[in-house]
Structure formats: C-alpha cells, structure tokens
C-alpha cells in the first residue's frame, strides 16, 4: 500500500515570495492533515479536512496560508507571502475517517521549508 | 486546553539498556494517547496507541507503553535499546470529545544509543 505522497521534500525561498505544498494521501482516507513542526517542536495541527470540507482550521494563519482539497484527493497548501518564521517542516497526514476513536493518522515524509 | 509533556527533550542510553521515554497529559478525562517516532528526514511513524482498551499497549519494534489514569501518564519502555532506535519521539494526545481527531503533540524527545 502506498503511503502519503508530499512534494517537493525541500524549498528555499525570500521572504515575501510565495511557495505551495502538494500532499497526495493514502487511496480512500477521507480524513486530510497538515501540520506545521518548527525545529525543536512538536507538529501543530494547521488545517484538516474531511473530504473537500475544512473540520478545524483555527491554528491557520489565514492572512498569509490557504489549503484546499479539491475532489477530497489532494491537497494543495499555500503560503503567500511567507515570513522568515514559517521556516518549518510542512507535514500532511491522512486517515481512514477521523471522527472515528481508533482511527490513526499516517504521515508523509514532509517538505523542509527555509525562508531566507 | 489539553496539553502534553514530555520530560527531557534529550535521553541517552547505552546499547542494550533500558528504555524509558516520559509523558504526561492534562486533561480531566482521559484522551486518546500515542507514541510517534521520527527518523531523521522522514515523517512521523506510529508506534503504539491506547484507546481506553488494555492499559498496558504493545507496540512495534518492542516498545510499549503504560496508560496511568492516576498520574496522568503515558511513559513509552523499551527493555533493551538497539543502535537502530536512535530517533526523535512525540508523545501525542487526542481529546475524546474532538470528534475531528486532532493530535496535540509534545515537545519530542531525542533519543541517543551509545554503544
């Protein structure tokens, strides 16, 4: 089975320019994650999905990130303009259904992202 | 809010030494608790989770954990290290009243093998 697809693995980028992620989960979860992990840090939920619907994006920066799931398949995050402190790894995960208490999130490899 | 503690952001052990990986919760009603390890450049892989089933959780690789309501704890033991854990770990929880399966995550935890 194939696990969660993310590209690129790395970005580097000036400050103020723009930059998007694509994540591409495990075939039949309903359930889309993307958290941000600052070095040193643990992963913070930025934004979920169930299906193409936003569950909870209250940790989203809204001024500067947006994601979509289109179709509730891919996922595209987008930062625009990005700040020298959105340096992180971007990580998407995914998941049977997460409403469900034994479901469990599997993560893709993430995409390093550096703000110079 | 729900938080989550790990105890020492570094551990080292010798090759063949045990393992003990602390994490504490807050929250009045137990959550949904997990253990997660990093290799370096890679994504998140689950090693175990406890779902209000057995307390004491079986993982892969030889780990478990313990689930201990009375001192809100959920500290990850590996009887014996192998050079090949070397890797950062994240105690997370979910709230079982957030029906969209968020995870708050702990600080992490590097973990050293010497040999």
């Known amino acids: 089975e194939a696990g969660v697809a993310q590209s690129p693995r790395y970005k580097i980028i000036e400050k103020r320019q723009s930059v998007a992620f694509w994540c591409n989960p495990i075939?039949?979860?309903?359930?889309l994650y993307w958290y941000q992990q600052i070095l040193g840090q643990g992963p913070k939920l930025l934004i979920q999905?169930?299906?193409?619907?936003?569950?909870?994006d209250s940790q989203l920066p809204k001024d500067r990130f947006s994601a979509e799931r289109l179709k509730g398949v891919d996922s595209t995050l987008k930062i625009q303009p990005a700040k020298l402190e959105d340096s992180a790894v971007y990580l998407c995960?995914?998941?049977?259904?997460?409403?469900?208490?034994?479901?469990?999130?599997?993560f893709g490899p993430g995409t390093r992202l550096t703000v110079l | 809010a729900q938080s989550v503690t790990q105890l020492g952001s570094h551990v080292s052990v010798s090759e063949g030494a045990l393992v003990l990986l602390r994490c504490n919760y807050s929250?009045?009603?137990?959550?949904?608790l997990f253990w997660y390890v990093q290799y370096p450049n890679q994504g998140l892989q689950l090693l175990l989770k406890?779902?209000?089933?057995?307390?004491l959780v079986k993982g892969i690789n030889d780990f478990e954990a313990e689930f201990k309501k009375s001192e809100t704890s959920f500290h990850l033991t590996k009887p014996s290290a192998h050079m090949s854990d070397a890797a950062e770990y994240f105690c997370?929880?979910?709230?079982?009243?957030?029906?969209?399966?968020?995870?708050?995550f702990g600080q992490g935890t590097e973990l050293s093998v010497k040999p």
């Open positions: 995960a995914s998941s049977l259904d997460g409403a469900l208490s034994t479901d469990t999130q599997y």
């Open positions: 075939s039949g979860h309903a359930t």
């Open positions: 999905f169930q299906n193409n619907g936003v569950v909870d």
């Open positions: 929250s009045s009603v137990p959550p949904y």
């Open positions: 406890y779902t209000s089933a057995a307390t």
């Open positions: 997370a929880v979910r709230p079982v009243y957030n029906q969209g399966g968020k995870l708050i």
